[in-house]
């Protein structure tokens, strides 16, 4: 455990798929970094509703977790971020793996 506002920046790479309550990673985050903070973002994300990787995402979604350790390809991490009162204006949606069903990213940091 790390006392509140003592820690300078915080990365989530390629973690918030696997954790149980990724709401509740963000809000530890939130409560151990300084104001001023900045969280660092590499995460693969959930697609976008109608694409073909959406339904690359939804077809993989129930045999995913089973083979890539625990992964949910579909985690909507923007929605985490944006719940949590995060300002996401730093943070790009590229397409760094051409893997279905991991494709879609969410990359940059957020500034507290």
Known sequence: PLPDNSVDSALFAYVLCTVDDPELVVAEALRVLRPGGTIGVL?????????????????????WPHVAGGCRCDQDTRAVFAAA????????????????????????????
């Open 43 to 63: 995460e693969h994300v959930k697609a976008d509703e109608g694409t073909w990787m959406r339904r690359a995402q939804r077809a993989a979604g129930p045999l």
């Open 85 to 112: 009162g995060l300002d996401l204006s730093g943070l790009s949606s590229p397409h760094l793996t051409p893997v279905p069903p991991v494709a879609p990213s969410l990359v940059g940091s957020i500034r507290l």
